[in-house]
């Protein structure tokens, strides 16, 4: 079984990676505003009660952003 990549020459697949990482970080983007979405729909029931509360869906978002992650 061969690689399909194999096939492409050096252009396309830079084309390619770069498309792979453009579509994960709208992914981790959409997945961070969804997140901050469910605190905003938290607050208006009543169940945002807890400044660690909010905290914690803040640091989800950032999580689901990718901020303050080690590179190796």
């Known amino acids: 079984m061969t690689n399909w990549t194999d096939e492409l020459n050096d252009k396309q697949k830079e084309e390619v990676w770069n498309f792979i990482v453009f579509t994960v970080k709208e992914i981790r ?14 607050m208006a029931k009543g169940h945002l009660k807890s400044r660690r509360t909010l905290k914690a869906f803040l640091i989800s978002a950032a999580i689901a952003r990718g901020q303050n992650e080690v590179k190796k």
């Open 29 to 42: 983007e959409q997945i961070a505003q969804d997140i901050l979405a469910t605190s905003d729909l938290w």
